[in-house]
Structures are given as C-alpha cells and as structure tokens.
C-alpha cells in the first residue's frame, strides 16, 4: 500500500493560520511566568480559544460526533507539529495532555451518564481532567500496581498512593487505574474508575515540582475512597486495554508536537550562527557550528518522517497495528529533541542556559522525554521483539550469510557457466 507525502490543498491555508497565530498570539503567553494566574490564563486564552472554534481547529483528535474534526493522524502530525512550539498551543486548541487521552477513553469506553457528566464538559473546555496510574513502586512496569478497589455493597472502597498524577491538582476528576482482582493474571487485574477531586479521601499531598509545563504533576493518597458502582469505566479487569488504548496515541501526539519544539530550538540555532561574531568570523562560518546546523537539520528530518510514517501506518491499522513504528519514533524523537536542543543551547553559551531563553526549559523536557510515555528502555523491548518475529534460528555450525558455505552452493547452481569457462 503506497503513501505520499502530500498536504491535501484544502488543509495547507489551516496550517498556514496555525503557524500564524500561534507565532503572533500564543507564543507570547510563555513570557508571563507567574504573572498570569490560573484566572488570568483563562481570561486571555478566551477569545483565542473562540477563534481556534471559529476555525473549525478545536480538539481535532475526535470525531464530529464528540465536536471535534475527526482528522486521520497524519492531519494531526502536520498540525501538532506547530502546536508543539510551545507549551500552551495545545490546550488553546482543546487538544492538551492529559485530557486528550482522556477524552478519547471515555469516548470509546464510557456509558452515556458518563459521558454527560465528564466528556461533554471536558470537550467544551470547561473543566480538566487528570490521569492517575504511575505509583512509587509502579513506573515503567504497570502490572506492579497496588492501589486497590475492594468492592463494597453496589461499589467499590478506593485505597492507594499514586504520584506523577498529571493536573490533579486543576482537576475536576480524576481517571484512576486499581488492582480490583488480584489473584487475576497480571493483565486482568486492573480496571479503570472515574474520581471526581472533591470525593473524601482524596488527598493531594504535594505538587511534585521540577515537571516541565508547571506544576500539577501530584502525588495523591487515597484513603478510603467510596466510589458508586458506575465510577467503573468500561469493565472490570478492562484497566490495561483501556490504558493502552490511551497511551498509544498518546506518545504519537507527543512525538509530534516534539518536532515542534526541534523546529524551533533549530530556528533559535540558525538565527545565532548568523548573529554571532568570536575570534575572527560569524559562527556560521565555522566548521563545528556547521556541523551542528547540518546534524540538526538530518536529525529533524529524519524525526518527521518517522512520525508522520507511523501516523500514516496508525491510520490505516489503528494505534495497535502501528504499535512498533509509534514505540521506535518515540525512542528516536526523544534523542533527536535532546540533541538538537543541546546543540542549540551550546551555541547560545551561558544565555542558552539561563531562564533568558526558552532553551532552558526546553532542555529539561527533552531529558525528561526518555522517561515519559514509558521508558525508552521498554520501547526498546517492543521493538526487538516485533524484529526477532518470525525468525528462525540457523542450523548448522555456520551462520546463514557464511561466503565459504555460499560459494560451494554458488558453484553447484552456476556449474555450467564455471565448467564452460574453464574448457575454454
């Protein structure tokens, strides 16, 4: 099945008003710190999120049926890679980390009551969301889980200490992955419950500070939490399909929106190769920025078409049928990002690694992506194992590709020729 690397006409004139306005209207947002408060952010995000609507560009990750723009993944790779620039272009276009995700699990998994009370709202921008499954003991190997929902009368008793609970504490509810079987095997014991924050027993502890994009990564204690018998999203048992539903596309988005953020610390490069003079020349003239602008140029590219090859393979298979292409574009973006945004801070010298420029922040993120998304070390795993599928193991003392076993096989086929030419 052939692919091409065409934007449809009619989709060119949207992203050249993305690039626009998140360049003229959004980008500037970054600068504020702590002067624009939770309040403040909304007030001035407001008609920019009215606009992104106007346009017809708001949470286009889901179907018209959920008031999105049901764009194919490749649509949405070309469009989040000018979201990613900066940190808070996503959620001005309804398309933000966590609620993303979650959006999309209750969309495929929740009842029509659930969907009224959390989705609905949740799509309008009204409210936020947060997603709660990693724990102190429980990181990169999720059937380590010991956060527990005990069944109790028509519902459940939710007890457990989770952290890195990205929003919760902006949250209005809380999706929230618990052993409910134990004695299950390890990819049937968890189940999924909706949480709204205000519940008893709900104990925010602490914003986990140093998480890139601010705050509201929490670690939480859920201390005799009485959950109603329709807190369960999807099925009992249902906790680690439904979890792979949403982190899949999930990494994939990211990965998109991490071209982005290389773009634009590639700009940042290019401009201070220019600018820049130091011992006789502009650094642009010399031999290791050179080498840098080009490394960097390679790296982005190559990063690009990986994820827009898996966002094409996600589209025609879904995001379980593109699960190594999404698994090896998120190891390679995440070195790429590194590297770029290094080499981009290095030119800059002392400034690239002050809060005067977005380098420092981006740098951090970009150390951070090895870890977020599962760690690369999985991935890895994942990888391998879908290239060893299929292959079987030489018999024989030689390896299949051994030339002195070859040619004896290759003088048997082409006798003839080689008898032919020694009679002559």
Not at 62 to 87: C, H, M, S, Y
Not at 209 to 235: C, F, S, T
Not at 388 to 409: D, F, I, N, Y
Request: hydrophobic share 40%; proline share 6%.
């Amino acid at each position: 099945m052939s692919w091409d690397f065409a934007t449809d006409p009619e989709f060119e004139p949207q992203l050249e008003w993305v690039r626009g306005f998140v360049r003229e209207e959004v980008e500037p947002l970054e600068t504020l710190g702590l002067e624009a408060t939770d309040d403040v952010f909304r007030a001035i995000t407001a008609p920019m999120k009215a606009a992104v609507k106007e346009r017809g560009l708001w949470a286009t990750h889901l179907g018209p049926e959920l008031g999105g723009q049901g764009f194919g993944q490749v649509k949405l790779a070309l469009l989040n890679e000018i979201l990613g620039r900066t940190r808070h272009a996503p959620e001005v276009f309804g398309c933000q980390a966590p609620d993303t995700g979650n959006a999309e699990i209750l969309a495929l998994y929740g009842t029509e009551a659930q969907k009224a009370a959390y989705l609905e709202p949740l799509l309008d921008g009204r409210i936020r969301s947060c997603f709660s499954m990693t724990e102190p003991n429980a990181g990169s190997d999720p059937t380590l889980l010991e956060t527990r929902a005990t069944p109790d009368g028509d519902g459940w008793v939710l007890d457990g200490h989770k952290w890195f609970s990205s929003n919760a504490g902006i949250a209005e509810f809380l999706i929230v992955m618990a052993v409910t079987d134990p004695g299950a095997e390890p990819h049937r014991r968890a189940s999924m419950f909706l949480v709204p924050r205000a519940t008893p027993g709900v104990n925010i502890l602490r914003e986990v500070a140093g998480m890139y994009g601010g705050p509201h990564h929490a670690e939480i204690r859920y201390d005799q939490v009485r959950l109603p018998g329709d807190a369960l999203l999807g099925g009992e048992g249902d906790g680690f399909t439904i979890a792979q539903k949403r982190l899949g596309p999930g990494r994939l988005h990211h990965c998109m929106r991490y071209i982005g953020q290389m773009s634009r610390a590639f700009d940042m490069l290019r401009e201070r190769a220019v600018s820049r003079f130091a011992h006789g020349s502009l650094h642009a003239d010399k031999q290791t920025v050179q080498n840098y602008l080009a490394d960097s140029w390679i790296q982005i590219h190559a990063a690009r078409l990986m994820v827009l090859h898996a966002a094409w393979v996600t589209d025609q298979r879904g995001s379980s049928g593109a699960r190594t292409e999404i698994a090896a574009a998120k190891v390679f973006v995440s070195g790429a990002l590194h590297d770029v945004i290094d080499r981009a801070l290095q030119i800059h010298g002392a400034l690239g690694y002050s809060t005067d420029m977005p380098l420092e922040g981006m740098y951090r993120l970009a150390r951070a992506l090895p870890i977020m998304d599962g760690p690369d070390e999985v991935h890895r795993v994942t990888i391998a194992r879908q290239a060893l599928k299929g292959v079987q193991p030489h018999e024989g003392p030689w390896p299949s590709e051994h030339v002195p076993t070859r040619r004896e096989a290759a003088r048997r086929k082409f006798a003839r020729f080689l008898d032919a030419a020694t009679v002559e």
